[in-house]
């Protein structure tokens, strides 16, 4: 076949390729439109435009969501900066398979344009293999291995994050990126080469003027041409052709398959994430962490307990089906790229229990595409039998690697002219299992580590919610904190005449507002105890620490004592949103009356509830956490840590990070800083610290339900803590005390690990020079 031949062939195949792709694709962009403007109304995501747009672009641009893994980052910064640049590059190949001298204008040996585009191309070339090479240590497997007993007992040898993920997908979008870089860097060595031997074409025209055929054009290509430059005009020319109708026939499958595979979010992502970060919920790019999103009904947020007095009778409560989705979750569903980060750090998943939040979403977001398909076809995607039984017809196609879709619809029967409808089956118990709902501590770890910005928390409260205020089904071990914090604003089912025993054995008095001074106007400081801090044993000691501490450093302070109630954090946070709320506006209530303004906290929950979700419901106040204050006095000499006489070694001590203290809230320094202030302990760092730290466990109310599934989360910390060498696991929320305490012997192992709180810790620092005035 002769040259022009050749070309025309392959234009004609090029034309019809691309008709397809575009098609496809265009049919995809309107099917994801509509399945995520189907969603409920979330109101303030799209607004304000400027800065969103600024965030958006930093975010992008600056890949500060790779953080910790600067090869990675690197790599995928170079393939994701190659998608645009190169894509430009895909008009010059339908170009030459017209004329192979084809180039576009002045910019074709533009010489800035010709080093930025061959970088670019070599850069993703790197970044690509290193992208494949990445996957294939990491390991891979299917949905059913990640179903299976694979995991179960490995906290310690976690499984890859990509098990679960869809792996056919994921090499055909690499293969992609492989052939048209493969193509974009032929073009150019077979161009210089064509210069080098001053081919032309059939007609006569010059396919590449000599006189660009320079090192100065073709800075990284020009070896490479040299070594077909030997080639015949002819075999330069067909090569020419075959690669650019293989760039164009690479292109454009791409843009059929995602067009065929509107759920293939390993491709989907180069376009959604750029809107899922754009209407990320914080307008600074923070992650939605801290405050948990409030409930919306009608996309309106609740905030009040009079709201349901106005609520219509069919008003819905959560997160049920797919339906009561918002269009900010749908987009969450539809941008996931199965890369398994927020799997890596799970704790559920890492200790053999069945959540994980790649899993979930990919869930939730293959039946939010089969619900769309099913839904499109109407009676046709149902059929009865001879019994008149309704069922989803055999004949509707799955979608993705969703699995069987007859779960996708409940099919309900009408006898009237109406026929059969269909509607969206509840989520909980046919698409999330159950237990994967409440083995979720909210650690957030998921949503830190997530580079496209889903907010996993969010689409778990939203399930819970339902499943508590709509459907009453929850774990029976929350029945009776859930009661008691109802009936005595605890969830320790504890007198509030109880709350201040743990000052009874003190040398000093704790002032106590509404008794030993008016209101919070005569002193500095409100120190909030918090429930655990009241009631729980091991918390008490710590609480009592603090108390004196801020006696010793002559800190006015006052406690709300009996009047105290609890936050409500554990309430919110399993599902119990209309409880939240009454122990929320109790609370602020409180405190208001007590003209409170600033607020000490020895509880990262009580921490973040307070600091974070009050303002929306009007309590507003300077918040601390106890770490924060004890460093700023050690810090301006109020407290003052003694040296032990014997410094030869010291205790070793390892920190542990409190999930709504850190991650939540980035307090990562200070009580690091209050440690390394004792000289008398030698602090060792976990492998798993800061903001990818192992929860305890307790979060999410998880502290009062059991583990019945794999090793306990606790287990694994404190094997973690153990693996340093430490003596002593340090927390600074109560919480992690509790649960890092009841298992304090690592496994495999007869010698315990002691549990104190930082408080603790700097307390006996301050005591030995007690100790030292007593000798002088």
Not at 251 to 279: C, D, K, P
Not at 607 to 628: D, K, M, R, S, W
Request: charge should be negative.
């Amino acid at each position: 076949m002769s040259p022009a031949d050749l070309r025309f062939t392959s234009l004609v195949i090029a034309i019809v390729v691309t008709l397809i792709g575009v098609l496809a694709f265009a049919r995809a962009i309107q099917v994801l439109y509509t399945r995520v403007a189907s969603g409920g109304p979330q109101p303030g995501r799209l607004r304000p435009v400027g800065k969103r747009l600024w965030m958006t672009i930093k975010t992008v641009l600056s890949h500060r969501e790779f953080k910790g893994r600067p090869v990675m980052r690197v790599a995928h910064w170079f393939v994701m900066l190659s998608f645009p640049i190169l894509a430009v590059t895909l008009k010059s190949g339908f170009g030459k398979l017209a004329y192979p001298g084809y180039a576009q204008g002045d910019l074709e040996h533009f010489v800035p344009w010709e080093w930025l585009t061959e970088f670019i191309a070599w850069a993703s070339l790197l970044g690509i293999i290193w992208l494949i090479v990445f996957r294939q240590i990491s390991g891979h497997g299917s949905k059913e291995e990640a179903a299976g007993e694979t995991r179960v007992g490995r906290h310690d040898k976690p499984a890859s994050r990509f098990l679960g993920s869809t792996r056919w997908q994921a090499y055909f979008v690499e293969f992609v990126i492989f052939g048209v870089v493969f193509a974009v860097l032929g073009l150019r060595a077979l161009s210089y080469a064509a210069g080098v031997e001053g081919v032309t074409d059939e007609a006569g025209r010059i396919v590449t003027d000599p006189a660009v055929a320079t090192l100065w054009h073709f800075p990284t290509t020009a070896w490479l041409g040299s070594l077909l430059a030997g080639m015949s005009d002819t075999a330069i020319l067909n090569s020419i052709t075959i690669l650019s109708l293989l760039k164009v026939v690479i292109s454009m499958a791409w843009l059929t398959v995602v067009g065929v595979q509107t759920t293939m979010g390993v491709a989907w992502h180069r376009f959604l994430a750029l809107v899922n970060i754009y209407t990320r919920r914080e307008v600074d790019g923070s992650k939605t962490l801290g405050a948990a999103s409030p409930m919306l009904i009608n996309g309106v947020p609740f905030t009040s307990e009079e709201q349901l007095e106005e609520l219509d009778d069919d008003a819905v409560l959560g997160v049920g089906t797919i339906a009561d989705t918002t269009w900010k979750q749908r987009l969450d569903l539809m941008t996931c790229t199965e890369c398994g980060r927020c799997q890596e750090l799970c704790p559920a998943w890492n200790t053999g229990k069945p959540l994980s939040p790649k899993l979930l979403v990919m869930q939730l977001r293959d039946h939010a595409a089969a619900v769309e398909q099913m839904a499109a076809l109407g009676e046709d995607a149902i059929e009865k039998d001879e019994d008149g039984n309704v069922f989803v017809s055999s004949n509707v196609p799955n979608t993705a690697h969703s699995g069987d879709l007859l779960g996708a619809l409940i099919a309900s029967k009408n006898t009237g002219e109406a026929g059969v409808a269909l509607t969206p089956e509840p989520l909980i118990g046919n698409v999330v299992a159950e237990e994967v709902l409440w083995d979720c501590t909210m650690c957030g770890a998921c949503v830190e580590q997530c580079p496209v910005d889903i907010e996993h928390i969010d689409h778990v409260l939203g399930l819970r919610r339902h499943q508590v205020l709509m459907e009453s089904a929850f774990p029976r071990e929350l029945q009776r904190p859930f009661r008691s914090m109802e009936t005595k604003a605890n969830p320790y089912n504890q007198s509030p005449r109880k709350r201040l025993d743990w000052a009874k054995n003190l040398d000093f008095d704790v002032p106590v507002i509404g008794e030993d001074v008016q209101d919070a106007a005569e002193v500095d400081w409100v120190f909030w105890v918090g429930c655990a801090g009241a009631y729980d044993d091991k918390a008490k000691k710590t609480t009592q620490a603090i108390a004196e501490l801020l006696h010793r450093a002559d800190v006015k302070y006052a406690v709300l004592g009996n009047a105290e109630t609890c936050t409500g954090d554990p309430a919110r946070r399993s599902g119990n949103e209309l409880l939240f709320q009454m122990l929320a506006e109790q609370a602020i209530e409180t405190l208001n009356e007590a003209n409170v303004k600033k607020i000490v906290v020895s509880c990262a929950h009580c921490f973040n509830t307070i600091a974070n979700e009050y303002p929306e419901l009007g309590g507003h106040f300077e918040v601390v956490h106890h770490t924060q204050l004890l460093n700023r006095l050690v810090r301006e000499g109020a407290l003052k840590p003694v040296a032990p006489e014997d410094l030869a070694g010291g205790r070793k001590v390892t920190y542990h990070d409190p999930c709504y203290l850190g991650r939540h809230n980035k307090v990562y320094e200070p009580p690091r800083e209050l440690l390394g202030a004792d000289q008398g302990l030698q602090i060792l760092e976990m492998p798993r610290s800061h903001d990818t730290a192992m929860c305890c466990g307790a979060g999410g109310a998880k502290a009062w339900m059991e583990e019945t599934v794999g090793t306990r989360i606790s287990q694994a910390r404190v094997d973690e803590a153990a693996s340093t060498g430490a003596e002593v696991i340090a927390t600074a929320c109560p919480f992690c005390s509790q649960m890092l305490g009841s298992t304090p012997v690592p496994s495999g192992s007869e010698k315990q690990i002691e549990i104190q709180d930082v408080a603790q810790l700097m307390l006996d620092a301050v005591k030995r020079g007690d100790s030292d005035g007593d000798s002088e």
